[in-house]
């Protein structure tokens, strides 16, 4: 905590997934997370392209991947530097799916990706996809049992290409919630490959005109302030992206040396 100077810091359950690993315990939708090398490569094509054809093919409701600047894997750091190939910079390909989808795919991301591969996988709602509504944020309260505060996540996954009344969609999305105060802060992220909806697998390409990568929108607050959030944002989707919902057990908010939040995780059951 004591090296973030200022920003939002949030700690979230996740089930960790290696070759030994029993099956995953969420039967809802999943939020399924893959770790790999920015080069590494199967069948001669780039290893975040190949697992996100194969989610594509099983039915994912979307996929993006992020490329990273720093970070570890298996014990070992791994990050860029100015003069090198950067090869193992890593990667992270964030799916969305239902329980059985993910159940049945981690065997064959296990055989595709071959080297001890690290997954992760989080209980999630699928809330929109393709523009049409199936379910609202979950209703949560503001606390737990134990009196810890509950915080919750939008991730909305648009392409830089979908539009609302001549901007993009995701900076329709940050200037409406800036201007109406209904959230205390978003973030966008480009990413540079995935799918979301219909969508065949797409990203940046050598000769294309405009940019055309996926790209996510994440929105962290209390549950009321989400759901209020998510009246404007559903309305700025009318016709694109895919939208998640989860349950963030703790949140921390530092700006100037003065911090809000704590690491104690809350529980609830909804």
């Known amino acids: 905590m004591n090296l973030v100077p200022r920003g939002l810091i949030t700690l979230e359950r996740a089930q960790l997934i290696r070759r030994e690993s029993p099956a995953p315990t969420v039967t809802d939708t999943c939020k399924l997370t893959v770790y790999v ?15 996100c054809d194969l989610l594509h093919r099983r039915g994912f409701a979307g996929a993006t991947v992020f490329l990273g600047v720093d970070g570890t894997a298996h014990g070992r750091r791994r990050r860029a530097a100015f003069f090198s190939r950067n090869t193992e910079v890593p990667l992270t390909i964030i799916g969305l799916g239902t329980g059985a989808q ?10 595709l990706l071959e080297n001890n591969p690290l997954f992760t996988v989080e209980r999630a709602q699928l809330c ?16 737990d049992a134990q009196g810890l505060p509950l915080w919750q996540k939008l991730m909305v996954h648009t392409s830089e290409t979908a539009h609302h009344d001549g901007s993009p969609v995701h900076r329709a999305i940050v200037r409406t919630l800036m201007q109406t105060g209904a959230a205390r802060g ?7 490959w995935g799918f979301s909806g219909g969508d065949k697998p797409h990203g940046d390409r050598l000769f294309q005109f405009g940019r055309q990568v996926p790209v996510t929108t994440i929105v962290v607050d209390t549950p009321e302030r989400i759901a209020g959030a998510f009246e404007i944002i559903d309305e700025l989707t009318g016709e694109h992206g ?5 349950m963030v057990p703790s949140a921390t908010i530092v700006d100037a040396g003065h911090r809000f939040g704590g690491t104690d995780l809350a529980r609830f059951s909804y």
């Open 128 to 143: 929109k996809q393709g523009g049409q509504l199936l379910t609202r944020p979950a209703e949560l309260p503001d606390t």
């Open 186 to 192: 978003a973030t966008v992220l480009r990413a540079v």
């Open 242 to 246: 895919v939208i998640s919902a989860e």
């Open 102 to 111: 993910v159940n049945a795919v981690l065997g064959e991301l296990t055989e």
């Open 37 to 51: 090398g920015r080069h590494h490569r199967v069948g001669g094509v780039p290893a975040y392209r190949a697992v």
